[in-house]
């Protein structure tokens, strides 16, 4: 991700990188992003996450601050399938459902809340 970063940064100083993982995936997206600094995260635009574990705890083992996670999760949209083992796991909070117009209400998905409260 970093050497990405870099080189959008020379290459296309504007644009932005958007994320994307599924199950394990989701771990090493959220923790990749963990790992940037405040000036490397601001070229990450979007992360969209599906049917992985709460990665929370992971995130406070790293030695993130709840002020770090905060700002990481400002880009995230968690999605899991309540259905799903492995997408609910370390799950001790709220999931809402999501609006009646979304295309993923059709696979019984619910967005979950990356930061809680």
Do not use: C, W
């Not at 994320?19 to 940037?36: F, K």
């Not at 400002?74 to 370390?90: A, Q, T």
């Not at 993923?104 to 809340?113: A, H, I, L």
């Amino acid at each position: 991700m970093k050497t990405k970063i870099a080189e959008m940064r020379e290459k296309a100083p504007q644009a932005t990188m958007d994320i994307t993982g599924h199950s394990l995936g989701t771990i090493v997206s959220a923790q990749g992003v963990a790992g940037l600094t405040d000036e490397e995260l601001e070229k990450i635009g979007k992360v969209v996450l599906f049917d992985g574990p709460d990665t929370t705890k992971s995130l406070k083992k790293m030695g993130l601050s709840d002020e770090k996670i905060k700002k990481i999760s400002e880009k995230i949209e968690y999605y899991v399938n309540p259905f799903d083992v492995v997408g609910m796991l370390n799950r001790e909070h709220t999931i809402t459902k999501l609006p009646e117009e979304s295309i993923m209400n059709n696979y019984t998905y619910y967005k979950y809340f990356f930061l809680h409260s």
